[in-house]
Protein backbone atom coordinates (compact mmCIF):
# COMPACT_ATOMS: atom_id res chain seq x y z
CA UNK A 1 0.00 0.00 0.00
CA UNK A 2 2.71 2.29 0.48
CA UNK A 3 4.01 1.43 -2.80
CA UNK A 4 0.72 2.35 -4.71
CA UNK A 5 1.32 5.29 -2.47
CA UNK A 6 4.63 6.09 -3.45
CA UNK A 7 4.02 5.65 -7.24
CA UNK A 8 0.58 7.99 -7.27
CA UNK A 9 2.21 11.08 -5.84
CA UNK A 10 4.34 13.47 -8.88
CA UNK A 11 7.58 12.91 -8.80
CA UNK A 12 9.70 15.27 -6.65
CA UNK A 13 11.52 19.18 -8.62
CA UNK A 14 14.87 18.23 -9.13
CA UNK A 15 16.98 20.09 -6.77
CA UNK A 16 18.94 23.22 -8.67
CA UNK A 17 22.60 22.46 -9.85
CA UNK A 18 24.71 22.90 -6.74
CA UNK A 19 27.89 23.56 -8.72
CA UNK A 20 26.73 25.91 -10.91
CA UNK A 21 27.29 29.69 -9.63
CA UNK A 22 24.84 32.03 -9.86
CA UNK A 23 25.12 34.24 -12.90
CA UNK A 24 25.76 37.37 -10.89
CA UNK A 25 28.28 35.36 -8.74
CA UNK A 26 31.16 37.11 -10.72
CA UNK A 27 29.80 40.48 -10.85
CA UNK A 28 28.09 41.02 -7.47
CA UNK A 29 30.66 39.43 -5.27
CA UNK A 30 32.61 41.40 -2.88
CA UNK A 31 35.64 43.80 -4.52
CA UNK A 32 38.71 42.13 -4.05
CA UNK A 33 40.89 43.53 -1.03
CA UNK A 34 43.23 46.61 -1.27
CA UNK A 35 46.68 45.96 -3.00
CA UNK A 36 48.79 47.38 -0.18
CA UNK A 37 46.44 45.07 1.99
CA UNK A 38 47.57 42.08 0.24
CA UNK A 39 51.21 43.84 0.46
CA UNK A 40 50.56 43.95 4.47
CA UNK A 41 49.18 40.29 4.98
CA UNK A 42 51.51 38.10 6.13
CA UNK A 43 51.48 35.64 3.80
CA UNK A 44 51.64 38.18 1.21
CA UNK A 45 48.19 36.57 -0.39
CA UNK A 46 45.09 37.56 -0.93
CA UNK A 47 43.17 36.56 2.41
CA UNK A 48 40.63 33.69 1.51
CA UNK A 49 38.14 34.92 4.23
CA UNK A 50 36.94 37.55 1.95
CA UNK A 51 36.01 35.66 -0.45
CA UNK A 52 32.27 33.84 0.20
CA UNK A 53 32.34 30.53 -0.08
CA UNK A 54 28.79 29.19 -1.29
CA UNK A 55 26.86 26.49 0.59
CA UNK A 56 25.73 23.69 -0.96
CA UNK A 57 22.79 21.38 0.30
CA UNK A 58 23.52 18.01 0.40
CA UNK A 59 22.85 16.51 -2.53
CA UNK A 60 24.25 13.21 -4.05
CA UNK A 61 28.33 13.37 -5.21
CA UNK A 62 28.80 15.64 -8.35
CA UNK A 63 30.28 13.90 -11.01
CA UNK A 64 33.52 14.33 -12.39
CA UNK A 65 32.85 17.00 -15.06
CA UNK A 66 31.06 19.31 -12.47
CA UNK A 67 34.13 18.99 -10.47
CA UNK A 68 36.57 19.66 -13.35
CA UNK A 69 34.47 22.96 -14.19
CA UNK A 70 34.15 23.66 -10.69
CA UNK A 71 38.46 24.13 -10.12
CA UNK A 72 38.28 25.75 -13.45
CA UNK A 73 35.82 28.61 -12.21
CA UNK A 74 38.22 28.54 -9.19
CA UNK A 75 41.11 28.76 -10.97
CA UNK A 76 39.85 31.60 -13.55
CA UNK A 77 38.65 32.87 -10.87
CA UNK A 78 41.85 33.05 -8.80
CA UNK A 79 43.62 34.19 -12.28
CA UNK A 80 41.35 37.25 -12.69
CA UNK A 81 42.35 38.16 -9.10
CA UNK A 82 46.03 37.86 -9.06
CA UNK A 83 45.50 39.46 -12.20
CA UNK A 84 43.94 42.38 -10.80
CA UNK A 85 46.28 42.77 -7.83
CA UNK A 86 49.15 43.00 -10.61
CA UNK A 87 47.31 45.86 -12.31
CA UNK A 88 46.76 47.52 -8.92
CA UNK A 89 50.59 46.90 -7.88
CA UNK A 90 51.69 48.32 -11.17
CA UNK A 91 49.41 50.92 -11.35
CA UNK A 92 50.49 51.87 -7.44
CA UNK A 93 54.46 51.24 -8.92
CA UNK A 94 53.82 53.41 -11.72
CA UNK A 95 52.17 56.37 -9.51
CA UNK A 96 54.69 56.03 -7.12
CA UNK A 97 57.75 56.06 -9.77
CA UNK A 98 55.82 58.97 -11.57
CA UNK A 99 55.68 60.75 -7.76
CA UNK A 100 59.63 59.96 -7.49
CA UNK A 101 60.08 60.68 -10.71
CA UNK A 102 58.38 64.43 -10.25
CA UNK A 103 60.04 64.78 -6.41
CA UNK A 104 63.48 64.20 -8.16
CA UNK A 105 63.02 66.41 -11.20
CA UNK A 106 61.71 69.11 -8.67
CA UNK A 107 65.00 68.49 -6.62
CA UNK A 108 66.85 68.92 -9.63
CA UNK A 109 65.58 71.67 -11.06
CA UNK A 110 65.64 73.14 -7.20
CA UNK A 111 69.35 72.22 -7.28
CA UNK A 112 69.71 73.92 -10.60
CA UNK A 113 68.26 76.95 -9.69
CA UNK A 114 70.51 76.68 -6.69
CA UNK A 115 73.56 76.48 -8.21
CA UNK A 116 72.79 79.08 -10.97
CA UNK A 117 72.53 81.55 -8.37
CA UNK A 118 75.34 80.54 -6.24
CA UNK A 119 76.61 80.65 -9.82
CA UNK A 120 75.72 83.83 -10.34
CA UNK A 121 76.75 85.41 -6.76
CA UNK A 122 80.15 83.63 -7.02
CA UNK A 123 80.60 85.85 -10.21
CA UNK A 124 79.57 88.71 -8.51
CA UNK A 125 81.72 88.52 -5.68
CA UNK A 126 84.43 87.75 -7.81
CA UNK A 127 83.60 90.76 -9.53
CA UNK A 128 83.09 92.92 -6.56
CA UNK A 129 86.46 91.97 -5.63
CA UNK A 130 88.03 92.37 -8.49
CA UNK A 131 87.03 96.11 -8.94
CA UNK A 132 87.12 96.72 -5.33
CA UNK A 133 91.28 95.31 -5.83
CA UNK A 134 91.40 97.57 -9.35
CA UNK A 135 90.11 100.27 -7.27
CA UNK A 136 92.54 99.81 -4.31
CA UNK A 137 95.53 99.66 -7.09
CA UNK A 138 94.82 103.10 -8.63
CA UNK A 139 94.44 104.87 -5.32
CA UNK A 140 97.53 103.47 -3.83
CA UNK A 141 99.20 104.42 -7.59
CA UNK A 142 97.71 107.98 -7.46
CA UNK A 143 98.99 107.84 -4.00
CA UNK A 144 102.42 107.06 -4.97
CA UNK A 145 102.44 109.31 -7.75
CA UNK A 146 101.13 111.95 -5.34
CA UNK A 147 104.10 111.19 -3.23
CA UNK A 148 106.50 111.32 -6.22
CA UNK A 149 105.20 114.83 -7.58
CA UNK A 150 105.44 115.52 -4.11
CA UNK A 151 108.86 114.78 -3.55
CA UNK A 152 110.04 115.88 -7.17
CA UNK A 153 108.47 119.30 -5.81
CA UNK A 154 110.30 119.41 -2.66
CA UNK A 155 113.43 118.22 -4.10
CA UNK A 156 113.69 120.98 -6.55
CA UNK A 157 112.60 123.44 -3.76
CA UNK A 158 115.75 122.33 -1.70
CA UNK A 159 117.68 121.88 -4.59
CA UNK A 160 116.58 125.73 -5.13
CA UNK A 161 116.99 126.88 -1.52
CA UNK A 162 120.68 125.26 -1.77
CA UNK A 163 121.50 127.30 -4.44
CA UNK A 164 120.00 130.04 -2.81
CA UNK A 165 122.08 129.83 -0.08
CA UNK A 166 125.07 129.14 -2.12
CA UNK A 167 124.75 132.29 -3.85
CA UNK A 168 123.96 134.24 -0.37
CA UNK A 169 126.97 132.72 1.06
CA UNK A 170 129.12 133.79 -1.63
CA UNK A 171 127.78 137.06 -1.53
CA UNK A 172 127.89 137.32 1.78
CA UNK A 173 131.68 135.86 1.75
CA UNK A 174 132.53 138.30 -1.43
CA UNK A 175 131.25 140.88 0.80
CA UNK A 176 132.76 139.80 3.87
CA UNK A 177 136.13 139.82 2.00
CA UNK A 178 135.51 143.19 0.21
CA UNK A 179 134.95 144.11 3.86
CA UNK A 180 138.22 142.48 5.50
CA UNK A 181 139.85 143.74 2.18
CA UNK A 182 138.90 147.37 2.61
CA UNK A 183 139.55 146.83 6.49
CA UNK A 184 143.19 146.09 6.00
CA UNK A 185 143.67 148.89 3.37
CA UNK A 186 142.67 151.47 5.75
CA UNK A 187 144.51 149.86 8.53
CA UNK A 188 147.74 149.69 6.54
CA UNK A 189 146.82 153.72 5.51
CA UNK A 190 145.82 154.86 8.69
CA UNK A 191 148.19 157.64 9.69
CA UNK A 192 150.11 156.60 13.45
CA UNK A 193 150.64 160.36 13.89
CA UNK A 194 147.35 162.01 14.52
CA UNK A 195 147.34 159.76 17.75
CA UNK A 196 149.45 162.31 19.50
CA UNK A 197 152.46 159.50 20.72
CA UNK A 198 155.51 160.64 21.65
CA UNK A 199 158.51 159.60 19.10
CA UNK A 200 159.58 156.57 20.76
CA UNK A 201 156.49 155.26 21.66
CA UNK A 202 153.69 154.73 19.34
CA UNK A 203 150.71 153.14 21.05
CA UNK A 204 150.30 152.69 24.38
CA UNK A 205 147.29 150.98 26.31
CA UNK A 206 146.28 148.55 28.80
CA UNK A 207 145.81 144.92 27.57
CA UNK A 208 144.78 141.16 28.90
CA UNK A 209 147.00 138.87 27.43
CA UNK A 210 147.19 135.07 27.03
CA UNK A 211 150.48 133.08 25.81
CA UNK A 212 149.73 129.75 23.90
CA UNK A 213 151.94 127.88 26.44
CA UNK A 214 149.54 129.10 29.69
CA UNK A 215 145.93 129.56 30.66
CA UNK A 216 146.54 132.26 32.53
CA UNK A 217 145.14 135.58 31.31
CA UNK A 218 147.71 138.51 32.57
CA UNK A 219 146.80 142.11 32.88
CA UNK A 220 149.66 144.63 31.25
CA UNK A 221 150.42 147.65 30.29
CA UNK A 222 151.74 147.82 26.57
CA UNK A 223 153.97 150.01 24.84
CA UNK A 224 154.24 149.36 20.85
CA UNK A 225 157.63 150.65 19.75
CA UNK A 226 159.14 150.18 15.96
CA UNK A 227 160.69 146.75 16.83
CA UNK A 228 158.78 145.44 19.78
CA UNK A 229 156.07 145.15 22.15
CA UNK A 230 157.20 145.94 25.75
CA UNK A 231 154.34 145.07 28.49
CA UNK A 232 154.76 146.32 32.05
CA UNK A 233 152.84 145.86 35.20
CA UNK A 234 151.84 149.20 35.87
CA UNK A 235 151.78 152.50 33.25
CA UNK A 236 154.86 154.00 35.29
CA UNK A 237 157.55 155.40 34.01
CA UNK A 238 160.21 153.35 36.25
CA UNK A 239 157.60 150.06 35.89
CA UNK A 240 160.36 147.40 35.41
CA UNK A 241 159.65 145.41 32.17
CA UNK A 242 157.85 142.26 32.27
CA UNK A 243 158.00 140.57 28.50
CA UNK A 244 158.48 141.46 25.53
CA UNK A 245 157.63 140.72 22.04
CA UNK A 246 159.53 141.19 18.52
CA UNK A 247 157.21 142.52 15.83
CA UNK A 248 159.46 140.71 13.04
CA UNK A 249 158.94 137.71 14.40
CA UNK A 250 154.89 138.05 13.82
CA UNK A 251 153.50 136.65 10.72
CA UNK A 252 149.78 137.26 11.32
CA UNK A 253 147.06 138.54 12.72
CA UNK A 254 143.48 136.66 13.15
CA UNK A 255 139.90 137.71 14.25
CA UNK A 256 137.04 136.34 15.26
CA UNK A 257 135.98 136.85 11.82
CA UNK A 258 138.71 134.65 10.45
CA UNK A 259 136.66 131.47 10.84
CA UNK A 260 137.99 131.91 14.91
CA UNK A 261 134.45 131.09 16.91
CA UNK A 262 136.11 130.91 20.67
CA UNK A 263 137.30 134.55 19.73
CA UNK A 264 133.03 135.66 19.87
CA UNK A 265 133.15 134.65 23.10
CA UNK A 266 135.68 137.13 23.42
CA UNK A 267 135.07 140.91 23.40
CA UNK A 268 137.56 143.13 21.48
CA UNK A 269 140.09 139.89 21.03
CA UNK A 270 142.65 139.11 18.34
CA UNK A 271 145.58 136.47 18.49
CA UNK A 272 148.89 137.15 17.33
CA UNK A 273 151.17 134.62 15.93
CA UNK A 274 154.59 133.95 15.50
CA UNK A 275 156.87 132.39 13.17
CA UNK A 276 157.16 129.39 15.79
CA UNK A 277 154.34 127.52 14.67
CA UNK A 278 153.05 126.61 18.39
CA UNK A 279 153.27 130.00 19.66
CA UNK A 280 150.89 132.59 20.15
CA UNK A 281 149.76 135.54 21.75
CA UNK A 282 145.62 136.30 22.42
CA UNK A 283 144.89 139.99 23.13
CA UNK A 284 141.91 141.40 24.55
CA UNK A 285 141.95 145.22 24.78
CA UNK A 286 139.46 147.45 26.89
CA UNK A 287 137.15 148.64 23.57
CA UNK A 288 136.90 148.55 20.16
CA UNK A 289 138.83 151.60 19.09
CA UNK A 290 141.88 150.39 20.98
CA UNK A 291 141.63 147.24 19.47
CA UNK A 292 141.28 149.23 15.69
CA UNK A 293 144.36 151.59 16.69
CA UNK A 294 146.33 148.55 18.01
CA UNK A 295 146.12 146.11 15.01
CA UNK A 296 145.72 149.27 12.47
CA UNK A 297 149.69 149.95 14.06
CA UNK A 298 150.39 146.18 14.29
CA UNK A 299 149.82 145.83 10.39
CA UNK A 300 152.23 148.83 9.66
CA UNK A 301 154.84 147.99 12.24
CA UNK A 302 154.72 144.17 10.57
CA UNK A 303 154.51 145.04 6.66
CA UNK A 304 151.15 142.51 7.24
Known amino acids: MVDATLQDMPPPTPPKDPWRLPSTSLRGRPSPPHPLAILNSPSGRIPTSRIPIPT???????????????????IIIDERIEEEHRAQLKLLREQELKRFQEEEDRRKRLLEMEMKFAAIAKRRKA????????????TIEERRRLFREKGRVLAQQHQQWLR????QAQALALSKQESRHRLFEERRNRPLNNNGFS?????TCWITIQKSDTTLWRRRFCRLQKDAMLMFKSAQVDSPLIDRIQLSNIVSIQEADDGLEDLRVLPHSFILHEKQEDKSFTILTDDEKAKE????????????
Open 56 to 74: YPLSPQPSSSTSDRRAEME
Open 127 to 138: EEERMAEEESHR
Open 164 to 167: DQEK
Open 199 to 203: FRNIL
Open 293 to 304: TFISALFQLCNL
